[in-house]
């Protein structure tokens, strides 16, 4: 009996080999998948390297691109890569000239800074239809080539490539076109200052291109001044409202602005001329008005040296105006002229006080200036104007 238990104790000792040997083992755990890398962060732009203060000049190289361009629709890109479109140094505008074949697309890259201003015109050659697109690098559509514009404006709300596409719009016949892209220079004014004086150049037949802000029935004057070569100015509103076309050939332009929005103020060059060489000044003066029933009116005001405030008012024709400067630091004198261009009081004179009977009814222009060579100037000034009999 003894024996036949060992027997039956052996069999399930070797039972329990073979049944391990058949496959009873411990299973592994599978190997974890690797996670998805992460999406690659895009490199801050550095900030652009020429600046005029207070204003910012558009990047004068673009920037490398720094994502995969993401098109506008969902048709995937194919063809060459887009062309780099870069500004010539200190150049505010480009123009690119190419034919874009019958069922292609052309495509463009440029980078930009966030809050620049964007212009893009698109000038067909022949009696063609041409589409036009323009998006971010992130994916951002500016413009859908379904609008079917042939130009586009607008403020950059991202620092990046932007992309812009060409294609005709039968897909039947090759066309050649220009393609403008406009960067303007921001003109802003110091604190508390009515004017901003900048200078440049333009090689013949081209144009500089500035834009500044300004509100509806402030008084906004332009002049230029030319040291070589031939040039003159173009004003217009981002609404499209001409304040002053080509065809005028001024160099000075004054008026009451319509709307609140952004101005555009184009400086362009003669062809036939030796390159461009001038200064721009835009002075949008401080509008002076009486309290009901007054006579008189008292501001006051500081310069730097070598600088100015400018002063507006209206006053009809046959009245007495006495304007009197009081300086309390500096040295300073004032200057008076009316819109139509007459000259009250010049800085020859170099008066602080000046009474006389207005020749005409309409604005009349006072700046105080700061003598160059002197401390900062503080001043109160008083104008008074009494009732016509």
């Not at 910012?56 to 673009?62: D, F, G, K």
């Not at 607008?154 to 932007?162: A, E, F, S």
């Not at 105080?368 to 100037?377: E, G, I, M, T």
Request: with cysteine; aromatic share 6%.
């Amino acid at each position: 009996m003894r024996s036949n238990h060992a027997l039956e104790f052996l069999s399930l000792i070797l039972l329990a080999g073979i049944v391990a040997a058949c496959g009873g083992s411990t299973a592994v755990p599978p190997a974890p998948l690797p996670s998805a890398s992460p999406t690659a962060v895009p490199p801050t732009l550095p900030p652009p390297t020429n600046t005029l203060a207070p204003a910012t000049l558009p990047p004068t190289a673009s920037p490398p691109p720094t994502t995969t361009p993401i098109p506008p629709t969902s048709t995937p890109v194919t063809g060459p890569p887009p062309t780099r479109i870069q500004f010539a140094t200190g150049a505010t505008s480009v123009l690119v000239e190419g034919t874009v074949q019958p069922s292609a697309i052309n495509r463009y890259v440029l980078g930009a800074l966030a809050g620049q201003t964007m212009l893009i015109y698109l000038s067909p050659h022949q009696q063609q239809e041409l589409l036009m697109a323009i998006w971010g690098a992130d994916g951002d559509v500016l413009l859908s080539g379904h609008v079917k514009a042939d130009q586009w404006s607008g403020v950059l709300r991202t620092t990046q490539d932007y992309f812009i596409s060409v294609t005709t719009a039968d897909g039947s016949t090759a066309v050649s076109y220009a393609l403008q892209v406009v960067i303007p220079e921001r003109i802003q004014f110091a604190p508390g200052a009515t004017s901003a004086l900048v200078s440049g150049g333009a090689p013949p037949g081209g144009a500089h291109n500035y834009i500044l802000g300004a509100m509806a029935d402030q008084t906004m004057s332009v002049h230029l001044t030319v040291t070589q070569g031939l040039g003159l100015l173009v004003i217009w509103g981002a609404d499209g409202t001409v304040l002053i076309s080509d065809h005028a050939g001024a160099t000075d332009w004054s008026g009451v602005l319509p709307s609140t929005q952004d101005y555009y103020i184009d400086v362009r060059a003669a062809a036939d001329y030796p390159p461009l060489l001038y200064a721009l000044e835009v002075a949008i003066p401080v509008r002076i008005q009486f309290a009901p029933g007054a006579t008189s009116a008292v501001v006051s005001g500081s310069a730097p040296p070598a600088g100015k405030v400018s002063y507006v008012l209206s006053a009809m024709a046959g009245q007495t105006m006495t304007v009197r400067l009081t300086v309390t630091q500096g040295l300073g004198l004032i200057i008076i002229w009316g819109a139509d261009g007459t000259v009250l009081i010049s800085d020859h004179a170099e008066a602080t006080d000046w009474s006389g009977v207005l020749p005409s009814t309409q604005d009349y222009f006072i700046d105080v200036r700061s003598a160059a060579d002197s401390p900062p100037l503080a001043y109160t000034l008083e104008v008074i104007i009494p009732p016509l009999p």
